[in-house]
């Protein structure tokens, strides 16, 4: 087990383009969770699935903003027409059916940067 | 809503001193977690300690230990023997029981001179 992967590392595009980060959890982790981090502040909170199901979402999730999590394996973060406020780390973390009460486990983030 | 609040946004210790870290936080629940996290430069965050609010003694992992006062809504990290890979962001972190999402603070950033 590799732990959490994200993929890319990092991504820079133009404003008004489409970009897709992807996630892969821990195989026996079935809830996983998507969080913002901007520079010089905490992740924030912006969407959560269980297996397959997407129970929440922030409020930060606008509607260019996509989640899924086809077949509750691997997730995929969609930012439709892009925008500089967009520019940040986006962090995937996973965590075991006893959900996030015994910790997470994060991946190493796309750093997304909006020109 | 639940709000974290880290007072210090820098702290600086040297090597083999103790170190703390505080932390705040606003709820109107009574059961839920706390955690301490670490984000070294390479931007992984790695949990440290974990405190479960209904346990009165204070968490220890080694190192590292919780000062934890629930009347005060305060969770303060005690850093001994800091050596320099400790260095990197700590966030403090809330879990309500009732919810799925961590509530962050705003971090510390920690240097460890030698």
């Known amino acids: 087990d590799t732990g959490v992967s994200q993929d890319p590392r990092h991504k820079i595009t133009k404003r008004g383009q489409n970009v897709t980060f992807r996630c892969d959890p821990i195989?026996?982790?079935?809830?996983l969770y998507w969080y913002r981090q901007t520079l010089g502040q905490g992740p924030e909170f912006l969407t959560y699935?269980?297996?397959?199901?997407?129970?929440?979402k922030s409020r930060l999730l606008s509607d260019r903003f996509s989640a899924e999590r086809p077949k509750g394996s691997f997730s995929t973060l969609e930012i439709q027409r892009t925008e500089q406020g967009d520019s940040a780390m986006y962090l995937c973390?996973?965590?075991?059916?006893?959900?996030?009460?015994?910790?997470?486990?994060f991946g190493s983030g796309t750093r997304l940067t909006v020109v | 809503a639940q709000t974290v609040t880290q007072s210090q946004p820098e702290m600086s210790v040297q090597e083999a001193e103790t170190v703390t870290l505080s932390c705040t936080y606003d709820?109107?629940?009574?059961?839920?977690?706390l955690f301490w996290y670490k984000q070294p430069p390479s931007r992984q965050m790695i949990l440290v300690i974990r405190?479960?609010?209904?346990?009165?003694q204070n968490a220890t992992e080694n190192r590292f230990s919780v000062n934890f006062q629930k009347a005060a809504k305060s969770f303060s990290l005690k850093i001994s023997d800091s050596q320099l890979g400790d260095a990197a962001m700590y966030f403090c972190?809330?879990?309500?029981?009732?919810?799925?999402?961590?509530?962050f603070g705003k971090g510390t950033s920690l240097l460890v001179t030698p």
């Open positions: 973390a996973s965590s075991s059916p006893s959900g996030g009460l015994y910790g997470y486990t």
């Open positions: 195989s026996e982790h079935n809830r």
């Open positions: 699935f269980q297996n397959e199901a997407q129970l929440e």
């Open positions: 709820t109107s629940e009574s059961d839920y977690y």
């Open positions: 405190q479960e609010a209904y346990k009165q």
């Open positions: 972190a809330f879990h309500s029981n009732s919810g799925y999402a961590l509530n």
